[in-house]
Structures are given as C-alpha cells and as structure tokens.
C-alpha cells in the first residue's frame, strides 16, 4: 500500500511516528558462515498455539523452540495490510526453518540456535529498544553468533 492510498489519520500517525536515534555502529568481522550459529527472527507475529497472541502496540517477543512442530506455530500478526496468503501455503516465507536445517546439513553453517524470537511486525519501533536488548542477551547465551531476520 502507497502512503497516498492509505487514510489520513493513518499515514499522518505512521509519517510523524517518533522513531529512536541510534550512533553509527561499524561491523565487526566474524566466524565464517560454517562455524557460525544461526537463530531466526520473524516479525509475522508466529507463536506457539499455547502462548499469547501478540497485541497491537506492545513491545514484546515469543521464543520458538528449534524442536517445535511446525503444526503447532500459529500467527497473531494484526496489521491489515499483511497478506496470509504466502504463510498459508509455505510456513518458510516467514519461519524459513526448513531452509536453515538444509544448510546445517550440507554444512554451509556451523549449527542452528536452540531457539527462535518472533515479534509482531506492526510494533513501533520506540517499543522495541528493551526487548531487544533482552533478546541479545539469550542469543548471546545460546552462542548464536548470525541471525536470520525474516521480515514481513
């Protein structure tokens, strides 16, 4: 959707969001892709059936264990503009799981994290910054070391 087909009181609140400052952060070499463990983030909103469903607005995250069966994973993404179309007929568009244990298979990578984080997508970003620094604290614990960002 174009912001000039959106309506007003919607495109002002998306154009005028206040969105955090952050200093420029130079990158850092690391391991080769082979040696290095890899963890998904999704922001589509994914959860296990027996957690809570993501709210509007709310800055938070859902842990997806590795081991999960995928029939077990449901989306309580909100946003009106999400199209399900490609959840529905392939989970790996926004959970690309499957793709991740072939490349830990053929050794592309070194290992796959224990666990993966979902966000809901529709969050603003002011909401995310604690969060996100309690994420990076049990990637760092797991010894994920590259990350997948599957965003929607």
């Not at 991740?100 to 993966?116: A, F, N, T, V």
């Not at 969060?131 to 797991?142: M, S």
Request: glycine share 8%; net charge negative.
């Amino acid at each position: 959707m174009h912001l000039h087909e959106m309506p007003e009181a919607a495109r002002d609140r998306l154009i005028n969001q206040e969105l955090p400052e952050f200093e420029p952060t130079p990158c850092a070499e690391g391991p080769a892709l082979s040696m290095r463990r890899i963890a998904i983030i999704t922001t589509a909103g994914l959860h296990r059936s027996e957690d809570k469903p993501f709210s509007p607005g709310v800055g938070e995250y859902r842990i997806i264990p590795d081991d999960i069966d995928m029939d077990d994973l449901v989306m309580s993404h909100v946003s009106t503009n999400f199209d399900r179309t490609g959840y529905i007929q392939d989970m790996n568009l926004v959970f690309p799981i499957e793709r991740l244990r072939e490349l830990e298979k053929d050794g592309s990578i070194g290992s796959i994290g224990k666990y993966h984080y979902a966000f809901m997508g529709a969050t603003p970003p002011t909401m995310m910054e604690a969060v996100a620094k309690d994420l990076a604290a049990n990637l760092k614990e797991d010894g994920v070391n590259g990350l997948i960002l599957a965003g929607v």
